[in-house]
T-cell receptor, first 115, second 113 residues
Framework: DAGVTQSPTHLIKTRGQQVTLRCSPK?????VSWYQQALGQGPQFIFQ???????QRGNFPDRFSGHQFPNYSSELNVNALLLGDSALYLC??????????????FGNGTRLTVT | GESVGLHLPTLSVQEGDNSIINCAYS??????FIWYKQESGKGPQFIID?????DKRQGQRVTVLLNKTVKHLSLQIAATQPGDSAVYFC????????????FGKGNQVVVIP
């Protein structure tokens, strides 16, 4: 039973570029949430996707966007990259939108470095 | 692997001793709390959760205590093992119209063999 998988594992981009990160949820899960984790900090909520729509959003600018596909996999897109976007990007999946019924399962993340 | 524990509060504990990790949460309306463990180079791993209608919950070698009066959460690890070395995060389910988890800053646990 595959857990949450993310690709790529590492990525280096230049300021101003755009990046797409990918996530496949744990088998049986239908909800995907994305988090940004700066070095030495806890993960910060970016947004959540359920039924192919963005359902909730944290305090992140519109440069951060996403998509969920019919097979529940998801992409995170970041435009006009800034140095401050360098972080570990974590994807988490669950069954349904509520944390109560299904705790978040995290992937191992994509380490994005912006130079 | 890369470290996620730079400049974090650090607890050093002898192998076999018990560990206690503390967390203060921010929102009195939060009704669900989770402890996660994050090893170097990996994503957070679920350890144990507790709802606000409880003040204690036990798992295998772990116990979570919740004190809603002072908005405090703790994780106790019994008979700490080298594999317990990691960064531990508490997370609260924010009930502000968005059902999402808000994570604390984390505590580094170093187990001394």
């Amino acid at each position: 039973d595959a857990g949450v998988t993310q690709s790529p594992t590492h990525l280096i981009k230049t300021r101003g570029q755009q990046v797409t990160l990918r996530c496949s949820p744990k088998s049986g899960h239908d909800t995907v949430s994305w988090y940004q984790q700066a070095l030495g900090q806890g993960p910060q909520f970016i947004f959540q996707y359920y039924e192919e729509e963005e359902r909730q959003r944290g305090n992140f600018p519109d440069r951060f966007s996403g998509h969920q596909f019919p097979n529940y996999s998801s992409e995170l897109n970041v435009n006009a990259l800034l140095l401050g976007d360098s972080a570990l990007y974590l994807c988490a999946s669950s069954l349904g939108r509520s944390s109560y019924n299904s705790p978040l399962h995290f992937g191992n993340g994509t380490r994005l470095t912006v130079t | 692997g890369e470290s996620v524990g730079l400049h974090l509060p650090t607890l050093s504990v002898q192998e076999g001793d018990n560990s206690i990790i503390n967390c203060a949460y921010s929102n009195s309306a939060s009704d669900y709390f989770i402890w996660y463990k994050q090893e170097s180079g990996k994503g957070p791993q679920f350890i144990i959760d507790i709802r606000s209608n409880m003040d204690k919950r036990q798992g295998q070698r772990v116990t979570v205590l919740l004190n809603k009066t002072v908005k405090h959460l703790s994780l106790q690890i019994a008979a700490t093992q080298p594999g317990d070395s990691a960064v531990y995060f508490c997370a609260e389910n924010i009930q502000d119209g968005n059902n999402r988890l808000a994570f604390g800053k984390g505590n580094q646990v170093v187990v001394i063999p």
